[in-house]
T-cell receptor, first 115, second 116 residues
Framework: AQTVTQSQPEMSVQEAETVTLSCTYD???????LFWYKQPPSRQMILVIR??????QNATENRFSVNFQKAAKSFSLKISDSQLGDAAMYFC????????????FGKGTLLTVNP | GAGVSQSPSNKVTEKGKDVELRCDPI?????LYWYRQSLGQGLEFLIY????????KSGLPSDRFSAERTGGSVSTLTIQRTQQEDSAVYLC??????????????FGPGTRLLVL
């Protein structure tokens, strides 16, 4: 079974600074997808960024980028120019590329952005 | 367009009562998922529906939990004889369908269930 580990229960960053959230995963599969979701206090899970395992290029979405290290099974999220609205719980998630479509989540990292 | 909606937003019930939680997926999405978010447990997969196929119930924690999806759209998650450990946020998500190689699951705001 796949597992996802987020080793940082809480992180804080100053507004306009950069922060990196860590995620590691364990799998024996070669085809899979990785995601970062954001959950603000409203509880709505919002997709931040996703990465296909077969792609070597790291995904980027505006101020959000990932460092995908397939051999190390590491998938960290970098938030640049942090904004107050980035404050939320961040979840790393894994999805198999086969028919096992469910998402397996890490336990989350609570990000605080200080003004 | 409208996103995934869930009702009720919050539900307080007494131990031993049955509860029903509702999910309206995004129109046109054939795949629907239920997850449970418990304090200290993170998000756990419960059940998955895809079109008219038999649902994947592998994540349901006990036979007190069941779910159905009528007409390939709205889904109801039912918890019978609720226990205090059932207290959690129940999240529903939908996606286009697993025939799409890379797809995103879109989540609703969840139902917070408190069992007294």
């Amino acid at each position: 079974a796949q597992t996802v580990t987020q080793s940082q229960p809480e992180m804080s960053v100053q507004e306009a600074e950069t922060v990196t959230l860590s995620c590691t995963y364990d799998t024996s599969e070669s085809d899979y997808y990785l995601f970062w979701y954001k959950q603000p206090p409203s509880r709505q899970m919002i997709l931040v960024i996703r990465q296909e395992a077969y792609k070597q290029q790291n995904a980027t979405e505006n101020r959000f980028s990932v460092n995908f290290q397939k051999a190390a099974k590491s998938f960290s999220l970098k938030i640049s120019d942090s904004q107050l609205g980035d404050a939320a719980m961040y979840f790393c998630a894994y999805r198999s590329g086969g028919s096992n479509y469910k998402l397996t989540f890490g336990k989350g990292t609570l990000l605080t952005v200080n003004p | 367009g409208a996103g995934v909606s869930q009702s009720p937003s919050n539900k307080v019930t007494e131990k031993g009562k049955d509860v029903e939680l509702r999910c309206d997926p995004i129109s046109g999405h054939t795949a629907l998922y239920w997850y449970r978010q418990s304090l200290g447990q993170g998000l756990e997969f419960l059940i998955y529906f895809q079109g008219n196929s038999a649902p994947d119930k592998s994540g349901l924690p006990s036979d007190r939990f069941s779910a159905e999806r009528t007409g390939g759209s709205v889904s109801t998650l039912t918890i019978q004889r609720t226990q205090q450990e059932d207290s959690a946020v129940y999240l529903c998500a939908s996606s286009l369908g697993h025939s799409v190689k890379v797809e995103t699951q879109y989540f609703g705001p969840g139902t917070r269930l408190l069992v007294l």
